[in-house]
T-cell receptor, first 114, second 116 residues
Framework: KQEVTQIPAALSVPEGENLVLNCSFTDSAIYNLQWFRQDPGKGLTSLLL?????REQTSGRLNASLDKSSGRSTLYIAASQPGDSATYLCAVTNAGDSWGKLQFGAGTQVVVTP | GAGVSQSPRYKVAKRGQDVALRCDPI?????LFWYQQALGQGPEFLTY????????KSGLPSDRFFAERPEGSVSTLKIQRTQQEDSAVYLCASSLRLAGRTDTQYFGPGTRLTVL
């Protein structure tokens, strides 16, 4: 049974530092992995989607890597800003799933201090 | 166009009451998902619709939970005889295509349900 884990549960960094968020999953049979951002009282916003055949995706200051064989993904956020403060969730779509339902980790709560 | 909207945003119910939560997906989106997010946890899948057909309800925690999407657009999640363990944020998401394994899901803001 697939399990998705995010460590640490919370992280605080000073503005300007790079952020490194980790996600691990136990079953490498996935279609894709996504990183989401969740702000209090708001829904989830998709940041990056990595297909199982890809190694990484980049968007602006964000870069996500995927090592499917070892069951790991890392989200890098360069030069963090206070506006990056949020909870970051990773989610996988399992290969045996027909509809694309997402299986989430519990998230990493990030605080970027000015 | 507009994103996914959900109503109400907040709902307080007494234990034993029935509640109905509404989701308006992005116009034209075929796939619709409901998720339940407990405090401090990631969302967990409840059910999936492809147009008006409910193709997967494996995540519904009990027969007190019921969902419908009769015309293939708006969806309603109904919880009968609410219990305290039903307290959570209920998220709705839609995606453009059928079997959206490669599609981004667009999430609504959620409905926070508190059962007293």
């Amino acid at each position: 049974k697939q399990e998705v884990t995010q460590i640490p549960a919370a992280l605080s960094v000073p503005e300007g530092e790079n952020l490194v968020l980790n996600c691990s999953f136990t079953d490498s049979a996935i279609y894709n992995l996504q990183w989401f951002r969740q702000d209090p009282g708001k829904g989830l916003t998709s940041l990056l989607l990595i297909q199982s055949s890809q190694r990484e995706q980049t968007s602006g200051r964000l870069n996500a890597s995927l090592d499917k064989s070892s069951g790991r993904s890392t989200l890098y956020i360069a030069a963090s800003q206070p506006g990056d403060s949020a909870t970051y969730l990773c989610a996988v779509t399992n290969a045996g799933d027909s509809w694309g339902k997402l299986q989430f980790g519990a998230g990493t709560q990030v605080v970027v201090t000015p | 166009g507009a994103g996914v909207s959900q109503s109400p945003r907040y709902k307080v119910a007494k234990r034993g009451q029935d509640v109905a939560l509404r989701c308006d997906p992005i116009s034209g989106h075929v796939s619709l998902f409901w998720y339940q997010q407990a405090l401090g946890q990631g969302p967990e899948f409840l059910t999936y619709f492809q147009n008006e057909a409910q193709l997967d309800k494996s995540g519904l925690p009990s027969d007190r939970f019921f969902a419908e999407r009769p015309e293939g657009s708006v969806s309603t999640l109904k919880i009968q005889r609410t219990q305290q363990e039903d307290s959570a944020v209920y998220l709705c998401a839609s995606s453009l295509r059928l079997a959206g394994r490669t599609d981004t899901q667009y999430f609504g803001p959620g409905t926070r349900l508190t059962v007293l």
